[in-house]
């Protein structure tokens, strides 16, 4: 809106237009507006620490007389002391108006916090780690299954749970050789599956096997609320949360709702791979939860028959984006045939080749991880 129009041609219409903007606007965006037009004597011989109380009773009227007598005024006719004064009352302005934006930010932020959920723990469990990617296929449900089972391998005193995040393609069932509804305590609490000492949750229970979960988000919110918390988890140190991949709506929820203890990484040394880890990696840290460090999945593929090593995917992506992160590498898992296979029968190579070079680099994994939320805590 241009107000030295609106002023300069009196008018009952124009005064009604002028009181409009005005209301629309912020006072103190209306001052730096009037100060960058051409000279006002008035206004400028006003001292800078009384500049807004003294523009603030300015009238319709009295405007409207300043901008007609001075509009035309040529810019060169200012004198010196004009023009000094000119940068002072700027600066004051451009301040006014940073803390009126500051102050709305604030406000803001304030209103926002209130409608946001408040962190309520998950009912007998103590630490809660999620494992989650931001591209899927790098093997996280993988990872989180042998985390869980090497967590347990390292201190046999710890009890672990496990999670299935993943509503729309839980892997737990498969991975942990699983198979079954869940049955109801007389709370109408749901017992979890339990396989090698480690209770399990999944929406592929209570589900056909190759039934397709179409959902919208408000459905799977409530199905990850009924897994978190109508569960009876019993009495565990950790409680694994194998998270889909990406950065949607159940990963806010579940990073909202529960305290985390920290958040594992996994992504193969590949750039493409690693562009989206690096987002998984910045969500949670704008959620305030830990980012405990990163597992380079696949690094290295060896040859069964001659032990050539080649680096199918890449070599060190992930240690780099570990660096730039500021975070922990966590540990290499190799590309190998015996994870495949043992996966596939529902038998994790923790669990089945607990001397294997693969499974000790799942149980340094775990230690690494339980040593990241100690460095944490304190």
Same mark, same amino acid.
């Given at each position: 809106?241009?107000?030295?129009?609106?002023?300069?041609? #009196?008018?009952?219409?124009?005064?009604?237009?002028?009181?409009?903007?005005?209301?629309?606007?912020?006072?103190s965006q209306?001052?730096?507006?009037?100060?960058?037009?051409?000279d006002?004597?008035? @206004?400028?011989?006003?001292?800078?620490?009384?500049?807004?109380?003294?523009?603030?009773?300015?009238?319709?009227?009295?405007?409207?007389?300043?901008?007609?007598?001075?509009v $035309?005024?040529?810019?060169?006719?200012?004198?010196?002391?004009?023009r000094?004064?000119?940068?002072?009352?700027?600066?004051? !302005?451009?301040?006014c108006?940073?803390?009126?934006?500051?102050?709305?930010?604030?406000?803001?932020k304030?209103?926002?916090?209130?409608?946001?959920?408040?962190q309520k723990?998950?009912?007998?469990?103590?630490?809660?780690?999620?494992?989650?990617?931001?591209?899927?296929?790098v093997?996280?449900?993988?990872?989180?299954?042998?985390?869980? @089972?090497?967590?347990?391998?390292?201190?046999?005193?710890?009890?672990?749970?496990?999670?299935?995040a993943?509503?729309?393609?839980?892997?737990?069932? *498969?991975?942990?050789?699983?198979?079954?509804?869940?049955?109801?305590?007389?709370?109408? @609490?749901?017992?979890?599956?339990?396989?090698?000492?480690?209770?399990?949750?999944?929406?592929?229970?209570?589900?056909?096997?190759?039934?397709?979960?179409?959902?919208?988000?408000?459905?799977?919110?409530?199905?990850?609320e009924?897994?978190?918390?109508? +569960?009876d988890?019993?009495s &565990?140190?950790? !409680?694994? +949360?194998?998270?889909?991949?990406?950065?949607?709506?159940?990963?806010?929820?579940?990073?909202?709702?529960?305290?985390?203890?920290?958040?594992?990484?996994?992504?193969?040394?590949?750039?493409?791979?690693? &562009?989206?880890?690096?987002?998984?990696?910045?969500?949670?840290?704008?959620?305030?939860?830990?980012v405990?460090?990163?597992?380079?999945?696949?690094s290295?593929?060896?040859?069964p $028959?001659? $032990?050539?090593?080649t680096?199918?995917?890449?070599?060190?992506?992930?240690?780099?984006?570990?660096?730039?992160?500021?975070?922990? &590498?966590?540990?290499?898992?190799?590309? #190998?045939?015996?994870?495949r296979?043992?996966?596939d029968?529902?038998?994790?190579?923790?669990?089945?080749?607990?001397?294997?070079?693969?499974a000790?680099?799942?149980?340094?994994?775990?230690?690494?991880?339980?040593?990241?939320? *100690?460095?944490? $805590?304190?």
């Open positions: 809106m241009n107000l030295v129009n609106m002023t300069t041609t #009196h008018s009952p219409t124009r005064e009604n237009e002028f009181h409009s903007t005005i209301k629309s606007y912020n006072i209306v001052y730096f507006f009037f100060f960058y037009k051409d006002f004597t008035q @206004l400028t011989q006003t001292p800078r620490r009384s500049l807004q109380t003294n523009m603030a009773p300015f009238t319709y009227s009295r405007l409207s007389h300043l901008l007609r007598t001075s $035309n005024k040529a810019a060169a006719s200012r004198t010196a002391s004009e000094k004064l000119g940068p002072a009352c700027c600066l004051q !302005l451009t301040r108006q940073r803390s009126a934006d500051s102050n709305l930010q604030e406000r803001q304030q209103q926002m916090s209130r409608g946001l959920p408040k723990p998950i009912t007998g469990v103590k630490q809660v780690i999620v494992v989650a990617s931001g591209k899927g296929g093997g996280k449900s993988t990872t989180a299954v042998n985390l869980a @089972l090497g967590l347990m391998a390292n201190d046999a005193t710890k009890s672990v749970g496990l999670l299935d993943d509503v729309y393609g839980p892997s737990i069932p *498969k991975l942990m050789n699983l198979k079954g509804n869940p049955e109801l305590t007389d709370n109408n @609490l749901m017992i979890p599956l339990t396989n090698y000492g480690i209770p399990c949750m999944s929406m592929g229970f209570l589900v056909e096997e190759v039934a397709p979960i179409v959902w919208r988000g408000l459905m799977v919110m409530s199905a990850i009924k897994m978190l918390r109508q +569960v988890w019993g &565990l140190d950790y !409680l694994v +949360v194998d998270m889909p991949p990406g950065t949607g709506d159940v990963q806010l929820s579940i990073t909202q709702n529960v305290p985390i203890a920290g958040a594992v990484i996994v992504s193969t040394p590949q750039d493409i791979a690693l &562009l989206d880890a690096r987002r998984g990696a910045e969500m949670f840290k704008k959620v305030n939860v830990p405990l460090g990163l597992v380079q999945n696949m290295v593929f060896q040859c $028959n001659c $032990n050539h090593q680096h199918i995917f890449g070599s060190d992506g992930a240690r780099q984006l570990a660096d730039t992160l500021g975070v922990e &590498l966590l540990g290499d898992v190799p590309l #190998h045939l015996n994870i296979e043992t996966s029968r529902g038998q994790p190579v923790v669990i089945s080749s607990p001397d294997s070079s693969e000790k680099a799942y149980r340094k994994v775990a230690s690494a991880v339980v040593q990241r939320i *100690k460095e944490v $805590n304190t």
